[in-house]
């Protein structure tokens, strides 16, 4: 299948910067303004048929002959044969890991890429990749369109996708969708200071802590976002074409 890609125009990143740096002209901020809108209608439109997906995060410096690469690879393919579309931040590492996966089996694989100064290609396993010059319109739509959070060790980028994504159930904003943590030597710390400090300290609810699921295992990973969407959501099975199976909501 080619890549079907979706490409934001090239990005001027020194007037995002001056975007922040505060008020500006009025007419320079609603050129910006037309440009947010305008990469917002480009992303609602290039993802709205992709079905339940499963956004994978996780570290773009992970190489392929790293344990957790194979163990993000196995994952994608776990979910693609659970029905779901994969979707990642487009880039190299575990992204990439999870979107080999994901097509390796069969199913759909799904990149919101990003631009930065230092250019992150899309990786070569995605059926279909959006570019953004936004952080923020990118990671409303790795929310939006999922019915679970799966995330690999990583940086500071995936620390904040996934505190992102938490705090959104936290208010309220989303639904309490299932949240795994892959790699117990990685997560294991934080979850123990989360709950020795952060729940200590009244900061958080027990929930909050609960609701994190920990696993070494891609099959138990991916297992436990199916058995939330059919159990929880309402989500259930359509016959594919080709005996491949996909699932939609009621």
């Known amino acids: 299948m080619p890549l079907l890609t979706d490409v934001a125009p090239p990005s001027n990143h020194s007037s995002e910067r001056v975007f922040l740096e505060g008020p500006q002209g009025r007419g320079w901020e609603l050129r910006h303004l037309g440009r947010v809108v305008s990469e917002y209608v480009r992303a609602l439109r290039a993802l709205h048929f992709l079905g339940p997906s499963v956004t994978v995060f996780g570290s773009a ?12 690879q196995a994952t994608g393919a776990n979910l693609a044969r659970a029905g779901f579309t994969v979707m990642t931040g487009g880039g190299p590492g575990i992204m990439e890991a999870a979107n080999r996966g994901a097509k390796g089996a069969g199913g759909r694989s799904v990149g919101c890429n990003i631009t930065l100064p230092r250019e992150q290609e899309p990786n070569r396993y995605l059926d279909r990749v959006v570019t953004f010059r936004y952080f923020f319109i990118r990671k409303v739509m790795l929310v939006k369109y999922s019915y679970g959070f799966i995330a690999f060790p990583g940086g500071l980028g995936t620390l904040d996708e996934v505190f992102e994504a938490q705090t959104l159930m936290q208010t309220g904003k989303i639904r309490s969708f299932p949240v795994v943590l892959v790699g117990r030597w990685f ?11 952060l729940l200590e300290s009244h900061t958080i609810d027990p929930w909050d802590v609960e609701r994190l699921f920990i696993t070494d ?9 199916r058995r939330n969407a059919v159990e929880r959501y309402g989500l259930t099975y359509r016959r594919r074409p080709h005996r491949r199976w996909w699932m939609f909501e009621r």
């Open 217 to 225: 295992s891609a099959e138990e990973a991916a297992e436990y976002v």
């Open 187 to 197: 997560w294991e710390p934080l979850i123990q200071y989360m709950r020795d400090t």
């Open 61 to 72: 410096r992970v190489r392929e002959d790293d344990p957790t690469y194979a163990l993000a």
